[in-house]
């Protein structure tokens, strides 16, 4: 079974830098009838369809496969919903974690996300300097959330 563990923070970007060689992502969702969420992603050339359950806390069961590309391009057109979220991940190693940093575009422009995935709820990390604020229990901040409630549209 596949458990994701994964805390979410706003950064400041000018703390943070430039950042290079990051990857283009692009994924879409499939509406379901319950919690479980159904997403769709391109990441540059490689193609994945990955399920998740509702969270509990900052888990939840995740499993993901990777598809063949056109499949996932298919399905992006013709299964998700009419609107995708489009960002550019970037790796980050601080301390003895990975921190990958999203760049959000389009509708979402403006909006720079770090998330850690970690093996238990209660392992410890270090915070880099550049997070701002944990957003980990903010629904506003799900992926699958920000394709109905873009970020540019939030009241300020």
Same mark, same amino acid.
């Given at each position: 079974?596949?458990?994701?563990?994964?805390?979410? #923070? $706003?950064?400041? @970007?000018?703390?943070?830098? +430039?950042?290079?060689?990051?990857?283009?992502?692009?994924?879409?969702?499939?509406?379901?009838?319950?919690?479980?969420?159904?997403?769709?992603?391109?990441?540059?050339?490689?193609? #994945? $369809?990955?399920? @998740?359950?509702?969270?509990? +806390?900052?888990?939840?069961?995740?499993?993901?496969y990777p598809i063949p590309l056109k499949d996932a391009q298919e399905m992006l057109e013709n299964l998700c919903q009419t609107s995708h979220v489009e960002?550019?991940?970037?790796?980050?190693?601080?301390k003895s974690h990975t921190w990958e940093v999203d760049v959000f575009e389009g509708e979402n422009k403006g909006l720079i996300v770090a998330e850690i995935?970690?093996?238990?709820?209660?392992?410890?990390?270090?915070?880099?300097?550049?997070?701002?604020?944990?957003?980990?229990?903010?629904?506003?901040?799900?992926?699958?959330?920000?394709?109905?409630?873009?970020?540019?549209?939030?009241?300020?």
């Open positions: 079974m596949g458990v994701e563990i994964e805390r979410k #923070f $706003l950064i400041d @970007k000018k703390i943070l830098g +430039s950042l290079k060689n990051g990857y283009q992502i692009k994924q879409g969702y499939i509406k379901t009838v319950d919690f479980t969420t159904v997403r769709v992603r391109i990441r540059d050339q490689e193609a #994945f $369809l990955t399920l @998740k359950s509702k969270n509990k +806390s900052t888990t939840r069961l995740e499993f993901e960002k550019t991940r970037y790796l980050i190693t601080h995935e970690l093996t238990s709820e209660d392992e410890s990390f270090v915070l880099p300097k550049w997070v701002k604020e944990e957003v980990s229990d903010d629904a506003r901040y799900y992926n699958s959330n920000l394709i109905e409630h873009p970020y540019t549209k939030w009241d300020a």
